[in-house]
Every structure is written in structure tokens, then in C-alpha cells.
Nanobody, 132 residues
Framework: QLQLVESGGGLVQPGGSLRLSCEASGFSLENDVIGWFRQAPGKEREAVACIDSSDGTTHYSDAMLGRSTISRDNAKNTVFLQINSVKRGDTAVYYC?????????????????????????WGQGTQVTVAS
């Protein structure tokens, strides 16, 4: 079964840190484009960070730039999203998505964070709640 499973969400205090995981089963993430997205209640889904696993290039949203890191562990077939200095505005359901095609590939990884970019697989999401 081909699927992505997110984990690592939960309740975190403002200013704290968390690390979300996105593990793939049934396929390899090693050369895929992976995106992390989030959706808060009443808001549209937005991109948080994207990575091209083939070369490690990354892109971050303005809201996450400087306080988050997207990374991958090919041995674990997992992509991580580390978020530091979390804010109440980070409260949302976080999803990861994978683009597995070798062609066409986005020329620039920021294109994978565009709302129109079509991913092949999505995870079920993990809730992150920032509250004291």
C-alpha cells in the first residue's frame, strides 16, 4: 500500500519546538519532491516548506523562513519538518505530500510549494496546537 504517514503533532507551548515526520511506505522518497502544508480552521491550505530529495534543495514560506528546517533521511524513508519558536498562528493540521514523477520535474523547488502544484500522494495530517 502506497501511503504517507505524518506524526509528531500535538500540543506545544508558544516558543517551543516540534519535529514532524512524514514516513512513506510502498515507495521511496529518495528522489521525490516533498512538501509540507498546513491548514488552519477556516483558512485555505498553505505551503510551509518543500524539498527536492534528489539534490536537497529547499524552499520555505515567509512564515517559516528562519525558524524551520525541512530535511530527509533516506535510510528511514522519512522527511522531517523542524519548527522552532512556534507561535499560536502555527496551530493547524500539517500534511505532507509527495511528487514521485521523474518527468516533468519542477525546475525550481519553490514551484512545488505553489498552490497549483499537483502532488501524487498526501498524508492524513497531524494536528499541531500551540497553546500555553
Amino acid at each position: 500500500q502506497l501511503q504517507l504517514v505524518e506524526s509528531g503533532g500535538g500540543l506545544v507551548q508558544p516558543g517551543g519546538s516540534l519535529r514532524l515526520s512524514c514516513e512513506a511506505s510502498g515507495f521511496s522518497l529518495e528522489n521525490d519532491v516533498i512538501g509540507w502544508f498546513r491548514q488552519a480552521p477556516g483558512k485555505e491550505r498553505e505551503a510551509v516548506a518543500c524539498i527536492d530529495s534528489s539534490d536537497g534543495t529547499t524552499h520555505y514560506s515567509d512564515a517559516m523562513l528562519g525558524r524551520s528546517t525541512i530535511s530527509r533521511d533516506n535510510a528511514k524513508n522519512t522527511v522531517f519538518l523542524q519548527i522552532n519558536s512556534v507561535k499560536r498562528g502555527d496551530t493547524a493540521v500539517y500534511y505532507c505530500a509527495a511528487y514521485t514523477a521523474t518527468y516533468p520535474r519542477p525546475q525550481y523547488v519553490w514551484q512545488a510549494c505553489h498552490p497549483t502544484f499537483e502532488y501524487d500522494y498526501w498524508g492524513q495530517g497531524t494536528q499541531v496546537t500551540v497553546a500555553s
